[in-house]
């Protein structure tokens, strides 16, 4: 017999996602948000597939932080269907102690793109630049210049 799940609400949506950046900054285990089929893109990562990929690709990220705080009351959602797409901030400190802030460095600005089907994470599109240290800026000729206002 199979089982049918109700549909979702936005909102039911909206708590799925803020649950996970939520457990994200604590640290905690997010995984049983994600499906076990589910696939995740992250940049210079690219895409896993499954959750066992998920989570050595979240392995991978962790390396490289050791806090991470998004900043909750200024988050945008726009709901669409199954996507749930958030924008938001963030700041923290990676595993060398370089400290980042949205709007004072480079990194902290970023987009995640959700599906979320049957109260579980089907798929995850994370946006954002991964050079929290601000280490990879050498090749943008803007960064080193004066920009005259428009």
């Given at each position: 017999?199979?089982?049918?799940?109700?549909?979702?609400?936005?909102?039911?949506?909206?708590?799925?996602?803020?649950?996970?950046?939520?457990?994200?900054?604590?640290?905690?285990?997010?995984?049983?948000l994600?499906?076990?089929?589910?696939?995740?893109?992250?940049?210079?990562?690219?895409?896993?597939?499954?959750?066992?990929?998920?989570?050595?690709?979240?392995?991978?990220?962790?390396?490289?932080?050791?806090?991470?705080?998004?900043?909750?009351?200024?988050?945008?959602?726009i709901?669409?269907?199954?996507?749930?797409?958030?924008?938001?901030?963030?700041?923290?400190?990676?595993?060398?102690?370089?400290?980042?802030?949205?709007?004072?460095?480079?990194?902290?600005?970023?987009c995640?793109?959700?599906?979320?089907?049957?109260?579980?994470?089907?798929?995850?599109?994370?946006?954002?630049?991964?050079?929290?240290?601000?280490?990879?800026?050498?090749?943008?000729?803007?960064?080193?210049q004066?920009?005259?206002?428009?």
């Amino acid at each position: 017999m199979s089982q049918t799940l109700a549909p979702m609400s936005d909102e039911q949506r909206k708590t799925i996602a803020l649950e996970y950046l939520k457990r994200l900054d604590r640290g905690e285990d997010f995984f049983d948000l994600f499906d076990d089929h589910a696939q995740l893109y992250f940049p210079k990562w690219g895409l896993a597939n499954g959750i066992d990929e998920i989570k050595a690709a979240f392995g991978a990220v962790a390396g490289l932080l050791s806090a991470i705080t998004h900043d909750y009351a200024y988050l945008n959602y726009i709901h669409a269907g199954d996507t749930v797409v958030v924008e938001g901030t963030s700041s923290g400190r990676t595993a060398d102690g370089s400290e980042w802030r949205a709007g004072v460095t480079h990194a902290g600005r970023w987009c995640d793109v959700f599906e979320i089907r049957d109260g579980k994470i089907q798929r995850l599109f994370v946006y954002l630049d991964p050079d929290y240290a601000d280490a990879d800026t050498a090749r943008y000729p803007w960064l080193s210049q004066e920009v005259a206002p428009g």
